[in-house]
C-alpha cells in the first residue's frame, strides 16, 4: 500500500541527499520518478534540487497554482519526490495524500518542520498530520547536541528573531541548532531571554 512519508529535519541535515539517493533507486531499479521542488527557492537556480554535497538534478516546480493530480504527472511514475516541502500549501498535502491513497503512488516528502521562530510552515503543519509514516532526520548543533531548529542570521553572523517567515538562504543566512543553542542570547547567557522570551 502507497503511503504518504514525510521526511522532515533542520537545515543541513542531508534531505536533499536522502532525496537524490531515492530518485537514483528507482531509477536504478528501472522504475520512473517525478521531482519537485519548490519555485520559491532559487539558491542554486529556479528547478534545481542541489545537495551541500554537490549533487545536483533539474525537478519540476510548485507553486502555489500547482495541483498534485494524476493527469498532471508523467505517466508510469512510479514515485513522487517532492523537496522544500514546507512551502507547500495545505490543499497540496491533501492532493498528495490522497494520490497516495486513491492512486497508490508513493509520496516522498523532504522539508523543514519549523521556521527561524519555531512556528510551524504551513505545509509542514499539514504534513505532520496527514502523513502515514513521519521520520525525523538527524544532523548536529556546534555544541554537539541534536540540532532540531533554524536559526536565521544576519549579515554580522547575529540571531534574527523577528521577519518574515520566508526568507530564502543556505549557510550563510541560517544555522541548524539545539534548543538550548536557540535560547541562549548572542554572549552565551543561558539565563538571559531567549528567542520566544
Do not use: W
Amino acid at each position: 500500500m502507497a503511503k504518504l512519508y514525510f521526511r522532515y529535519a533542520a537545515m543541513n541535515a542531508g534531505k536533499s541527499t536522502a532525496l537524490l539517493q531515492v530518485a537514483h533507486n528507482y531509477e536504478e531499479r528501472g522504475l520512473r520518478v517525478a521531482l519537485f521542488t519548490a519555485a520559491v527557492d532559487d539558491r542554486d537556480g529556479v528547478g534545481v534540487i542541489a545537495s551541500r554535497l554537490g549533487l545536483r538534478r533539474r525537478a519540476a516546480t510548485f507553486g502555489t497554482a500547482t495541483e498534485f493530480r494524476r493527469e498532471h504527472l508523467p505517466e508510469a511514475v512510479a514515485c513522487l519526490l517532492i523537496d522544500e516541502a514546507q512551502f507547500l500549501a495545505a490543499e497540496q498535502v491533501r492532493q498528495l495524500h490522497r494520490l497516495a491513497h486513491l492512486d497508490g503512488l508513493p509520496v516522498i516528502c523532504y522539508g523543514l518542520r519549523s521556521d527561524f521562530r519555531g512556528e510551524p510552515f504551513p505545509g509542514s503543519a499539514v504534513l505532520l498530520t496527514l502523513a502515514d509514516d513521519l521520520e525525523e532526520m538527524k544532523t548536529i548543533c556546534a555544541c554537539g547536541r541534536k540540532a532540531s531548529m533554524n536559526m536565521r542570521l544576519d549579515a554580522q553572523g547575529r540571531r534574527v528573531r523577528e521577519g518574515a517567515q520566508v526568507e530564502i538562504g543556505g549557510n550563510d543566512r541560517y544555522r541548524a541548532v539545539c534548543p538550548r543553542c536557540l535560547y541562549l542570547d548572542d554572549a552565551g547567557d543561558p539565563g538571559a531571554p531567549g528567542l520566544f522570551a
